[in-house]
């Protein structure tokens, strides 16, 4: 059962354009949402997160929006800039007994800027 | 830069063997995870670390275990490897135990020949 879903394998853009990049879960236990950016060969790197007591958080070019009726988060980069081009994933976090601290993350979205 | 370290980066072994993989958290934080990302599948937790104690496990092996030392550095002991053992490991740390950001070392990339 694959609870946080990326159901866009891949995704391209062009330089100076909106990247949104979507994410669905389906666990209600979710409370904490994070992105992370992930290169080849290297480990993933953290870039946002939001909790579910808001519905938006903004950092510099990167803004996550969610949306806790729909069980869904999106990713938005504006503007997107060639050096964005990698693989993006979602991940959920719930304080829980099952889950506490571990992260439940989807499959990835493979982001590409073209200049 | 995350500020976690992971050795080795690369391991080549065989069938059968048994390896270990070390990680240092970030200064500062107490929590250390391990995930495994296969080739097919994508980052799954294996095990949490808080202070010393285990404090939470996903799918992970009985073949595979973990400890984290009282200098809070962590090993991954993986034995009686296996082919589909094979993929990339990682080591992430966070200062509390949840929700936190979890902040991820470069991976230690696992071949089992």
Partial sequence: ?115 | DSGVTQTPKHLITATGQRVTLRCSPRSGDLSVYWYQQSLDQGLQFLIQYYNGEERAKGNILERFSAQQFPDLHSELNLSSLELGDSALYFCASSVAIAPDTQYFGPGTRLTVL
């Fill in chain 1, 1 to 115: 059962d694959q609870q946080v879903k990326q159901n866009s394998p891949s995704l391209s853009v062009q330089e100076g354009r909106i990247s949104i990049l979507n994410c669905d879960y389906t666990n209600s236990m979710f409370d904490y949402f994070l992105w992370y950016k992930k290169y080849p060969a290297e480990g993933p790197t953290f870039l946002i997160s939001i909790s579910s007591i808001k519905d938006k958080n903004e950092d510099g070019r990167f803004t996550v929006f969610l949306n806790k009726s729909a069980k869904h988060l999106s990713l938005h980069i504006v503007p997107s800039q060639p050096g964005d081009s990698a693989v993006y994933f979602c991940a959920a976090s719930g304080i829980s007994s099952s889950n506490t601290g571990k992260l439940i993350f989807g499959q990835g979205t493979t982001l590409q800027v073209k200049p």
